[in-house]
């Protein structure tokens, strides 16, 4: 595979639901993108065919220098690993391995390699359940599961990767990342779905029988729980200047990446209503184990230090984009749809 003129920018994960966005903006932007998946939950059709892809696990340690030398990576995006938090209860080894074991491996690889520059996929998970809403970077850390715990060892690690070898790093919290890209051409598709938006959505097409809400006696509005809803295609802009920024010689941190407004369950359910003209049925359950009820990001940070903020991410546009992708291709990237 031959490299570009200019250096690329390594992105992990990248078939992924927001890595696939990511490696869209980065495009956009003119810059050359290099993609390595495992495609344990990823899709290859989520990738254009002119972007380098490797096929490996990143901690396949002789395939991240092949990419890193043929591709002249000057820097790394890194979204693979797993997201899901109720596998993260059961599967408490799995995530400590996927997430933080797998990443310690390939971030020492970098380092070996003279890579130094990370943006690092980290969640709102981190904070577990915090005391005020919205949530301040520097809140206390309590994940409440595996996976909150899993990102959060990475980021302290990171800490101290900077003072031994001068890793520069930014961690980006997401909260609740949502919808499609607005040229249709992207969307999430998780083989086993978790996320609200998308059940819904499935819902109203049809492929679901009916909703769950999880948790209608919570100390909110209307008892439900609330999260901050971020456009896939914001969040992977923040991405994109994060990398700008760590070049041009902004200080290693973490920064929440999220609206600063939350939304309720029964609201995301009542948009979809909305949006799509469907009614759909919705059954109420117990509340899920290891969930926090309302997670909203204070957002000024990233806007200062970065210039980021989200543009697409009110909750109409979230749910029309995602709709269109989803009436487009109800069965996701299955079959190899062309995209691109
Ligand atoms: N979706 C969200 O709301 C959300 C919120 C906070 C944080 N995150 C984090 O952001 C990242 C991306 O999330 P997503 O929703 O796009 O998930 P996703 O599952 O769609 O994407 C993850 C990608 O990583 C790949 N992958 C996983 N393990 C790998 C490995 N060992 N080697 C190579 N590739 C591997 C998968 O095949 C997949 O394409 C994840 O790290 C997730 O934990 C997601
Ligand atoms: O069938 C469902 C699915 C979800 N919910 C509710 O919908 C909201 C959003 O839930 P999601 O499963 O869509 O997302 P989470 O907030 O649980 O998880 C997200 O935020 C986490 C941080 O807490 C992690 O970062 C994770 O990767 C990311 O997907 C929650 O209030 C949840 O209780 C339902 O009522 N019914």
Redesign the pocket.
């Known amino acids: 595979m031959k490299a570009g003129a200019k250096g690329s920018i390594l992105v992990t994960g990248g078939a992924g639901y927001i890595g696939s966005h990511t490696v869209q903006a980065l495009r956009r932007r003119g810059l050359q993108a290099v993609v390595v998946d495992n495609l344990v939950t990823g899709h290859r059709a989520a990738v254009p065919p002119d972007v380098p892809f490797y096929q490996a696990d990143i901690a396949d340690q002789d395939v991240i220098e092949e990419i890193i030398h043929t591709h002249r990576v000057e820097a790394v995006i890194h979204f693979a690993g797993r997201?899901q938090?109720s596998e993260s209860i059961a599967k408490p080894d799995l995530y400590f391995l996927e997430n933080t074991a797998k990443t310690m491996q390939f971030v020492s690889n970098l380092i070996a390699q003279g890579v130094n520059t990370i943006v690092f996929s980290s969640?709102?998970?981190v904070y577990g359940s915090p005391e005020a809403v919205p949530i301040a970077e520097e809140a206390e850390k309590k994940p409440l599961n595996p996976?909150g715990l899993s990102k959060l060892m990475i980021e302290q690690s990171f800490e101290w990767l900077e003072k031994a070898y001068g890793l520069r790093w930014i961690a980006l919290r997401?909260f609740?990342a949502a919808g499609a890209a607005l040229d249709g051409t992207l969307g999430e598709h998780h083989d086993t779905e978790?996320?609200?938006i998308p059940?819904v959505l499935q819902t109203a097409l049809g492929l679901r029988e009916m909703?769950?809400?999880?948790?209608t006696d919570h100390n909110t509005q209307d008892g439900t729980?609330v999260?901050d809803y971020v456009h896939v295609q914001d969040l992977a802009e923040a991405h994109v200047l994060a990398v700008d920024a760590l070049k041009t010689g902004l200080a290693s941190g973490a920064y929440n990446v999220g609206t600063g407004r939350g939304v309720s369950?029964r609201q995301v359910i009542e948009t979809v209503t909305q949006e799509t003209g469907v009614c759909f049925p919705v059954q109420e359950k117990e509340r899920?184990q290891g969930?926090?009820v309302e997670?909203v990001a204070q957002a000024e940070k990233i806007r200062e230090a970065i210039g980021w903020q989200a543009k697409h991410s009110d909750l109409s546009t979230i749910i029309s984009s995602a709709w269109n992708w989803h009436l487009r291709y109800p069965s996701g990237y299955q079959g190899d749809v062309s995209n691109h």
């Open positions: 997201g938090v969640t709102a998970a996976y997401y609740n978790t996320h609200l059940l909703v769950s809400i999880f948790g729980s999260r369950d899920r969930e926090p997670l």
